[in-house]
């Protein structure tokens, strides 16, 4: 009889595999761990009067995969809706074989869906500019497990933000070298498709249509333990991922003016840009460096 730590070891490798106990057992996996055969799993498992003890093992095979169904289904629950539950578990399936669950916690399940969907996106598919229905539910994985990375993730709730009072009292002169500190919850996203709009009609229990290609900016954070997103233009999006990405404003600003097509209105637009950031809680402090 095998010892305690590799017999958990091989139940755990034979459960976990995506093709079922049968093919567990079968796998290199669990053969590195015990060498048996799954016509011999009986000398591990002890069948019961009614089952074998593969059948056991099966069992525990289709509950583990059922919590784990169940779990992306709630952190996806709108690219659920949109794909339909059928093929949303095709998909989940594949990407826990490619992605299996690593961590002791099932908050960090969906994190790699994303990412999964696109490497798996059928070429080919799409309008003259390529952008097509898997980029739409790209972009909606995209989204929910950005929701889902804000909600439990670290926040700043309780701790003091940068007000306008701090930004007024920062000499005019120094602007250029100061650099805005994102609050930690802070994510921008760059799409595709108006996801957000589509996600906001689901939640509600409407019906919405499937929307057309747009480019679509979000600041998305977390204020007083409530996800909030913001909808942003293009050049409104360059200047914040760049003040995020740690650049001075000087230099952030710059990049903002190569991407507007008009400079004076983005001199005109940056006070109240900076004063609706300020407000909506986008940053920590501001440092200055030193004289």
């Known amino acids: ?26 796998s290199d996996a669990a053969r590195g761990v015990l060498a048996v055969e799954p016509e011999e799993v009986e000398r591990i498992v002890t069948p019961s009067r009614t089952l074998t003890g593969l059948e056991r093992l099966e069992i525990y095979h289709r509950a583990y995969y059922a ?3 169940e779990c992306l289904r709630e952190e996806f629950p709108v690219l659920c809706h949109a794909a339909g539950e059928e093929a949303f578990d095709q998909f989940a399936l594949a990407y826990l074989q490619k992605y299996p669950s690593r961590s002791y916690t099932l908050n960090q399940l969906g994190a790699h869906f994303p990412r999964y969907l696109a490497e798996s996106r059928p070429a080919g598919e799409g309008d003259a500019d390529g952008v097509g229905w898997p980029d739409f539910l790209i972009d909606l994985a995209t989204l929910e497990q950005t929701y889902a990375e804000v909600f439990d993730g670290p926040g700043v709730e309780g701790r003091r933000l940068l007000d306008p009072e701090q930004l007024l009292a920062t000499p005019t002169e120094r602007w250029p070298d100061a650099r805005l500190v994102p609050v930690v919850c802070l994510r921008l996203l760059a799409l595709r498709f108006p996801v957000h709009k589509y996600v906001a009609a689901v939640r509600k229990k409407k019906e919405p249509a499937f929307p057309e290609p747009a480019e679509t900016y979000l600041a998305v ?11 942003l ?22 990049r903002a003016a190569e991407a507007a097509p008009d400079v004076e209105a983005l001199a005109a637009d940056l006070p109240q840009w900076f004063r609706n950031w300020t407000a909506e809680g986008f940053f920590q402090a501001v440092e200055l460096p030193a004289l």
Do not use: K, S
């Not at 009889?1 to 590799?6: C, V």
């Not at 233009?233 to 710059?254: M, T």
């Open 233 to 254: 233009a293009h050049v409104p999006y360059v200047l914040l991922g760049a003040l995020a990405a740690g650049q001075p404003v000087g230099e952030a600003v710059a």
């Open 67 to 69: 919590r784990l169904l």
């Open 1 to 26: 009889m095998a010892d305690l730590d590799r017999l958990q070891r091989w139940v755990q490798t034979v459960i976990m595999n995506v093709g079922g106990a049968r093919a567990g057992v079968a």
């Open 221 to 231: 954070t977390r204020r007083d333990y409530v996800v909030r997103r913001y909808e």
